[in-house]
């Protein structure tokens, strides 16, 4: 299994929703920063706007 796989991979994180790594990380940044937006959390992960905005549409449609 590469890396990739490994963060790509959805797990139970004791809540009973399977997410992945990356969707974790970005709850926790969200929950430590306030209002931080998706542009500053594509600034602080070297990703684009695009992408970040995608994790965080995704976790809002949950």
Do not use: F
Request: glycine residues 6%; negative net charge.
């Amino acid at each position: 299994m590469t890396y990739s796989d490994y963060i790509k991979a959805t797990r139970d994180y004791g809540t009973g929703d399977h997410i992945n790594m990356v969707e974790v990380h970005t709850l926790t940044m969200i929950e430590e920063n306030p209002g931080i937006t998706a542009a500053k959390l594509a600034l602080e992960w070297n990703r684009t706007k695009g992408a970040a905005s995608q994790i965080v549409i995704k976790l809002e449609q949950r």
